[in-house]
Nanobody
Framework: QVQLVESGGGLVQAGGSLRLSCAAS??????MAWYRQAPGRQREFVAR???????AYADSVKGRFTISRDNARNTVTLQMNSLKPEDTAVYYC??????????????WGQGTQVTVSS
């Protein structure tokens, strides 16, 4: 069974930091990513990292967020610094596998709430 389990969300003041982690299991993954969804808005891309450790970021988080990955442990981490109230959202871990299982190769975690107070 493929699972993505997130941890690390919470409440922080503007300018503070939070670290999100996602533990993936059940298959191998190439691209792992973080997305977020604020109330009343569509889910949006935040950052991604490949198995080769190449990274990409949304413009809104460049220079503030850092994505990293431990391939041996199948974990991906999002270090979020200089947080702003507009970063408030539910953050979702996403992982894409080169192996199709029951027609599925794209997986999502349950989400973790990040709230930044002004």
């Amino acid at each position: 069974q493929v699972q993505l389990v997130e941890s690390g969300g919470g409440l922080v003041q503007a300018g503070g930091s939070l670290r999100l982690s996602c533990a993936a299991s059940g298959t191998v993954f190439n691209v792992m990513a973080w997305y977020r969804q604020a109330p009343g808005r569509q889910r949006e891309f935040v950052a991604r990292i490949t198995s080769g450790l190449n990274t990409a970021y949304a413009d809104s988080v460049k220079g503030r967020f850092t994505i990293s990955r431990d391939n041996a442990r199948n974990t991906v981490t999002l270090q979020m610094n200089s947080l702003k109230p507009e970063d408030t959202a539910v953050y979702y871990c996403n992982a894409n596998s080169p192996i199709v299982i029951n027609g599925v190769r794209d997986y999502w975690g349950q989400g973790t709430q990040v709230t930044v107070s002004s």
